[in-house]
Structure formats: structure tokens, C-alpha cells
């Protein structure tokens, strides 16, 4: 029997000396649009969306998280038990769409939850006119262990006239069967406008423009680990009921800003409960200009016992 662990909770992120000015730059009622969006409550969405081959259907889902992000109904490789064996499929929007100019920041955002079992795969993808599939997101493999949401950024396909499609692949690995409840997709959308870095960030209005990269990390209220924020109702965690899963490697990202001048003192602070297994851990990391993350703080390991506040160090990347 495998034994499954708690994982990290993160309530209220800051970065000091930014908090005035992220708040008067970026505040909390900011100019964002939707493009489209698709949460598959309306039964005219088979009007827009259809399965090029095999699984994939909408409805109330019956397996796997048992039930939509939001409201009854999603989108899923099979509703109501595991996806077969050997199937390809694509979930295609056959309804086409114009991106946005660069500039305005067109991305993709969607809801999803996800059980995959070995040598199986889901991934996003995009074709201009009639071309071919090119894949927009990495590989989803594994459990995700929670509804999460993605953000993959569509500005290089700007001006052009696409689709979107949501590929699934199984193959028989010739070790028996060892699939899972498949993949399910909500709250389907294509907005424009900034990705604001609210600081404080204390997660009451919901995760904003932060997203997970691959599984895991979801935003609400926890009851499981500390069962309950640390401060408010809500708060940021890999899993919000339970513990997560077995192998999981993810990443919470926030939105870009910009690192204030070093003579400010620039800091990262926020609270944090964590609980991990042996061999596992969690750590805080820095992208600049959607380069290599690197590491800034240790590892968290072992189990917290409390909320503690890490603060560490930004200025080395003042005005990055």
C-alpha cells in the first residue's frame, strides 16, 4: 500500500518595498478581456467543439474527479470510468479564431484534471488554417491530484486564424492495462490584457493570474494539513483535501513584474505549512525573461509544525 504525503500550503506572498507600487500600477480592477470562453453548462456547445476520432465527450462526469471545476458539466475522455486501451483522439473548437496582437497578451487558460497512466500523454495544441498540429503545452502525464489551470501564451500565433485542439493518446504498452480516469477540461477560455502581480497576494479573490505549470497547486480552503489559511479563508496548496500524489514535480508562477532597485531592499516574503515525505521537497525559484529557473531558497523538507514567513533576498535581480 502505498503511503501518500502532505505537501506545501502558501498563504499571503509579498514582495516588500514593491507593495505600494505594485498596488498603485497593478491594481485589483484591471483591464483584462475574454476572447471565448467555454464552460459547457450551455448544450450548444456541440455546435462549436466535436472529437475528431474515438473518446472525448461533454457532460457530468461520473469518474475521476467526480465532478466539473464549475457547475455540472466538462469536457472528458470518458465521463464515467477509464479511458480504453489503445485510443488517439482530439477535442477540437472546429469554430476558428483570430489571436489577438501580441501586445495584448492572448493566452489560454483552462481548468484540468488529470489521471494518465504510463506511456499515455495529453497535450494542447494549435493548427493556423488547415496545417498541421503543433503542441502548445508540455506533456501531461501522471495524476494531477486536483483541478489546476494552465496558461500557455498564443502571442507568436497573433493575426493568424486557429484552432484549438486538446490531444489524447493510449498506447498498449504490453503490460496489461494500466490507464486511468483520463483527462477532463473546464472553463475553456482565450483572454487579453495584463497579468497583474497583486502584493500582497493573500488568494481571497482566487488564483488571478497565477497558474500551475504541470498538476497539483490549487487555490481555496484547505481541509487537509493545516486545515485552514493562515490568515483569511483561502490559500494556495498543492492539494487542498487530501495529500498528493505519489510523483509529482510542479510549479505554482506568478505573473511577470519587474524586481525594484536594489536601495529598496527589494524581498520576497510569504507564509508557509508544509508537510513532505522522505525524499521529497519544495523550494522557491526565479525565471527572468522566461529563462531557466533558478533556485532561491533552500529546500523545504521534513514537516513545518506551523506557518513560518521565509523572506529572501531579490536584489540581485533589481530591475529585471
Given at each position: 500500500m502505498v503511503t501518500r504525503k502532505r505537501f506545501m500550503l502558501i498563504a499571503v506572498l509579498w514582495v516588500t518595498a514593491l507593495v505600494i507600487g505594485l498596488m498603485t500600477t497593478s491594481t485589483r480592477v484591471y483591464a483584462q478581456d475574454t476572447l471565448w470562453?467555454?464552460?459547457?453548462?450551455?448544450?450548444?456547445?456541440?455546435d462549436t467543439w466535436s472529437a475528431e476520432a474515438g473518446v472525448w465527450d461533454g457532460g457530468v462526469p461520473t469518474s475521476g474527479p467526480n465532478s466539473a471545476h464549475t457547475g455540472n458539466n466538462c469536457a472528458a475522455t470518458v465521463l464515467g470510468g477509464d479511458y480504453p486501451e489503445v485510443c488517439e483522439s482530439r477535442f477540437i473548437r472546429h469554430a476558428t479564431f483570430v489571436v489577438p496582437p501580441a501586445l495584448q497578451n492572448p493566452r489560454l487558460r483552462f481548468y484540468h484534471w488529470y489521471s494518465i497512466g504510463a506511456g499515455d500523454t495529453g497535450r494542447v495544441q494549435i493548427r493556423v488554417g488547415s496545417g498541421a498540429w503543433?503542441?502548445?503545452s508540455g506533456n501531461y502525464i501522471g495524476t494531477s491530484g486536483a483541478w489546476t489551470?494552465?496558461?500557455?501564451?498564443?502571442?507568436?500565433?497573433?493575426?493568424?486564424?486557429v484552432q484549438i485542439g486538446f490531444y489524447f493518446k493510449a498506447t498498449d504498452a504490453g503490460y496489461g492495462y494500466d490507464g486511468g480516469a483520463g483527462w477532463y477540461v473546464d472553463d475553456i477560455e482565450v483572454v487579453t490584457g495584463p497579468m497583474v502581480f497583486n502584493s500582497p497576494e493573500d488568494w481571497e479573490s482566487g488564483i488571478g493570474d497565477w497558474y500551475s505549470s504541470t498538476g497539483e497547486w490549487e487555490v481555496g480552503h484547505p481541509t487537509s494539513g493545516p486545515d485552514s489559511a493562515h490568515t483569511g479563508q483561502r490559500c494556495a496548496a498543492t492539494i487542498l483535501r487530501g495529500n498528493y500524489d505519489e510523483v509529482a514535480s510542479s510549479r505554482l508562477i506568478s505573473p511577470n513584474y519587474t524586481v525594484p532597485p536594489a536601495s529598496q531592499n527589494p524581498r520576497l516574503r510569504f507564509y508557509h505549512w508544509y508537510s513532505f515525505g522522505a525524499g521529497d521537497s519544495g523550494r522557491v525559484q526565479i525565471s527572468v525573461s522566461g529563462g531557466a529557473w533558478q533556485t532561491i531558497s533552500g529546500n523545504f523538507i521534513g514537516t513545518s509544525g506551523a506557518w513560518t514567513t521565509p523572506s529572501l533576498d531579490l536584489s540581485s535581480y533589481a530591475g529585471m
Open positions: 470562453f467555454q464552460g459547457f453548462e450551455n448544450p450548444n456547445w456541440v503543433q503542441s502548445i489551470r494552465p496558461s500557455l501564451d498564443l502571442s507568436s500565433y497573433s493575426g493568424l486564424a
